[in-house]
């Protein structure tokens, strides 16, 4: 059965910490891994991945994909408040299904 | 810009009711997806489309339908609403697989309560 598992369930931190957030996937026809922030509405598109060891970076966050480990991480540096979001992580397949991780509740204390 | 709209952001309805939720997107994307997203539970996909009258069930389609009779638009149905369909409904578009990228974009959702 494809799942996409994320951890931790939930975080606490304080601003100006560094977090590393957490996906590893057991998908067939493996095509992309996807990381999305989630606030009050729907998800907005963080980062792509298709290929291990490159690192995607925007800012304070970045982002590896790891296929020999099937996992990925999201790293976010110097957390603030604005930060505080549910993070989620999907995998998509060769045949357009995506397939979601529960997602990682951060929230950022100032 | 991209744009994906769904027809209501809030939605109450009774239980037995037949229910329509409408998803338009405007990007010329073959694929749309239906999800529903509950608390513990992250988003689980219930139908999705890649292509005009196409349709492919996802992880919980049971008590569901859908309809895809034009590309930019996608229809989730409920033929007998009940409690346990309340939940937060979103849609998304994506292109296909050639696109350099192809990421879903999601509409804003409908929270619909089944009373």
């Known amino acids: 059965e494809d799942k996409v598992v994320q951890s931790p369930l939930s975080l606490v931190v304080h601003e100006g910490d560094t977090v590393t957030l957490n996906c590893s996937y057991e998908?067939?026809?493996?095509?992309?891994l996807l990381w999305y922030k989630q606030e009050k509405k729907a998800p907005t598109f963080l980062f792509m991945l298709?290929?291990?060891?490159i690192e995607k970076k925007s800012g304070r966050l970045s982002s590896i994909l790891d296929k020999k480990e099937l996992s990925s991480i999201l790293n976010i540096t110097a957390t603030q408040t604005g930060d505080s979001a549910i993070y989620l992580c999907a995998v998509r397949t060769t045949g357009n299904q995506f397939y979601f991780g529960t997602g990682t509740s951060l929230t950022v204390i100032p | 810009d991209v744009k994906v709209t769904q027809s209501s952001r809030y939605l109450v309805k009774r239980t037995g009711e037949k229910v329509f939720l409408e998803c338009v997107q405007d990007m010329d994307h073959e694929n749309m997806f239906w999800y529903r997203q509950d608390p513990g539970l992250g988003l689980r996909l219930i139908y999705f489309s890649y292509d005009v009258k196409m349709k492919e069930k996802g992880d919980i389609p049971e008590g569901y339908s859908v309809s895809r009779e034009k590309k930019e638009r996608f229809s989730l149905i409920l033929e007998s609403a009940s409690t346990n369909q309340t939940s937060m409904y979103l849609c998304?578009?994506?292109?296909?697989?050639?696109?350099?990228?192809?990421?879903?974009?999601f509409g804003p959702g409908t929270r619909l309560t089944v009373t």
């Open positions: 298709t290929s291990s060891g």
């Open positions: 998908v067939t026809n493996f095509r992309s």
């Open positions: 998304a578009s994506s292109g296909p697989p050639g696109q350099v990228t192809y990421e879903q974009y």
